[in-house]
């Protein structure tokens, strides 16, 4: 079982940036992919960027990229979403979530995915 919590959510003005983390626990964190998404009201979840276990590879969606930036700290089980040029579009909820342990490479379906947080709201005004 893994447990995760996200936290650094909050309304910050078009232009703006906020980072957000997800602390995780319960297993061996070096070993999991981890992955962030997002979801706004009355759409489906969607992939936004995911880690792969060491942190060599990211892939990004194409609507954050050269925007946002993920990384892990892998002593602190911690990763992170900095998320910089924030738009009104980005506003919905953010999830992190864990992918099998051992799998290699960077998941990016939801479905790969086998744990989740609570999610943690990002609320960009215009």
């Known amino acids: 079982q893994v447990q995760l919590v996200e936290s650094g959510g909050g309304l910050v003005q078009a232009g703006g940036s906020l980072r957000l983390s997800c602390a995780a626990s319960?297993?061996?964190?070096?070993?999991?992919?981890m992955g962030w998404f997002r979801q706004a009201p009355g759409k489906e979840r969607e992939f936004v960027v995911g880690?792969?276990?060491?942190?060599?590879?990211?892939v990004y969606a194409d609507s954050v990229k050269g925007r946002f930036t993920i990384s892990r700290d892998n002593v602190k089980n911690t990763v992170y979403l900095q998320m910089n040029g924030l738009k009104p579009e980005d506003t919905a909820v953010y999830y992190c979530?864990?992918?099998?342990?051992?799998?290699?490479?960077?998941?990016?379906?939801?479905?790969?995915?086998?744990?989740w947080g609570q999610g943690t709201q990002v609320t960009v005004s215009s």
């Open positions: 979530a864990v992918g099998p342990p051992l799998r290699l490479g960077v998941l990016q379906s939801p479905n790969e995915y086998l744990y």
């Open positions: 880690i792969s276990r060491g942190g060599g590879s990211t």
């Open positions: 319960g297993r061996t964190f070096i070993d999991i992919s």
